[in-house]
């Protein structure tokens, strides 16, 4: 069976320093792995999605997030926080031929600090 | 590029009763997967139609059901609602030549009382 674990349910950080949201997955093929962000209220948007080639994947927004296959990992970064990051961030795991059946996790809460 | 709707967006109901929730995706977008949302949870996947069938399910009871039509719209129906269903309902969709991305509706909030 598919999992996601986002081990961070909440994350403070100051407006300019560097974030870095975990996500751990578990798959027994191989993945096709997503990072969305949510504002309250809104629905789902891509931030990025890797499913091969070079682990260290650019997204919107000025995110990036890196796959590490020996630690079943794909973690989501940024170099400096804006305010307008803060919002929910969910890790999905999903089949290559098919994403549209993904396993979410439960998601990580952003607050930027001023 | 219209991007997916989702109708309407906020909805009471009373347990017992039935919903149907609506989605309008993009043209082209052939494949639409619906999520529930609960509160403090990431999305679950419900179920998937692709060409207007049903292509796989998640682990939701058959009183959640789904049609697909001709003109890349869709419905999610709930029966028998239970107060566990309250919760935001999501719909992506997907298009053929899309690389696998979908894209998300803004969703529809349901609240069972």
């Known amino acids: 069976a598919q999992s996601v674990t986002q081990p961070d349910i909440h994350i403070t950080v100051s407006e300019g320093a560097s974030l870095e949201l975990r996500c751990n997955y578990s798959?027994?093929?191989?993945?096709?792995l997503f990072w969305y962000v949510q504002s309250p209220g809104q629905g789902l948007q891509l931030l990025l999605k890797y499913f091969s080639g070079d682990t260290l994947v650019q997204g919107i927004k000025g995110f990036e997030a890196e796959f590490k296959r020996s630690q079943s990992s794909f973690n989501l970064r940024k170099p400096s926080v804006h305010w307008s990051d803060a919002a929910e961030y969910f890790c999905?795991?999903?089949?290559?031929?098919?994403?549209?059946?993904?396993?979410f996790g439960d998601g990580t809460t952003l607050t930027v600090k001023p | 590029e219209t991007g997916v709707t989702q109708s309407p967006t906020h909805l009471i109901k009373t347990r017992g009763q039935q919903v149907t929730l609506r989605c309008s995706s993009q043209s082209g977008h052939n494949t639409v997967s619906w999520y529930q949302q609960a509160l403090g949870q990431g999305p679950q996947f419900i179920f998937q139609?692709?060409?207007?069938?049903?292509?796989g399910r998640g682990n939701f009871p058959p009183r959640f059901s789904g049609l697909q039509f001709p003109n890349y719209s869709s419905e999610l129906n709930v029966n028998a609602l239970e107060l566990d269903d309250s919760a935001l309902y999501l719909c992506a969709s997907s298009s053929p030549t899309a690389n696998y991305g979908y894209t998300f509706g803004s969703g529809t909030r349901l609240t069972v009382v």
């Open positions: 139609y692709y060409r207007e069938e049903e292509n």
């Open positions: 798959y027994g093929a191989t993945p096709y």
């Open positions: 999905a795991v999903g089949a290559v031929t098919n994403a549209g059946k993904s396993t």
